[in-house]
Nanobody, 120 residues
Framework: QVQLVESGGGLVQAGGSLRLSCAAS????????MGWYRQAPGKQRELVAT???????NYGNSLKGRFTISRDNAKNTVYLQMNSLSPEDTAVYYC??????????????WGQGTQVTVSS
């Protein structure tokens, strides 16, 4: 059973930084896409960034440059470094893992979410 454990959220002042972590367990993640999504109050969940097991990254609109996604395949952990945070970044951040065998999807999993609050 896939489990995702997120950490690193919290309260930060505008202009500050946070680093989120998500540790995955319970499966073979050697062929997976790991990523982060966020959902602000009253808004739809949106893509923050994803990274493949080979290191290919994809970012949501206007986030590349301030946010950096990375992963440690040996630890099955994905990270999100967030810099120059603004109140507009306030949201619940969700870790996501999509498992594949070739082009076949083996499942899509979500973490419980971690709150990020940026004060002005």
């Amino acid at each position: 059973q896939v489990q995702l454990v997120e950490s690193g959220g919290g309260l930060v002042q505008a202009g500050g930084s946070l680093r989120l972590s998500c540790a995955a367990s319970g499966s073979d993640f050697s062929r997976s896409v790991m990523g982060w999504y966020r959902q602000a109050p009253g808004k739809q969940r949106e893509l923050v960034a994803t990274i493949t097991s080979g290191g290919y990254t994809n970012y949501g609109n206007s986030l590349k440059g301030r946010f950096t996604i990375s992963r440690d395949n040996a630890k099955n952990t994905v990270y999100l470094q967030m810099n120059s945070l603004s109140p507009e970044d306030t949201a619940v951040y969700y870790c996501n893992v999509a498992l594949y065998s070739g082009s076949l999807s083996l499942g899509n999993y979500w973490g419980q979410g971690t709150q990020v609050t940026v004060s002005s």
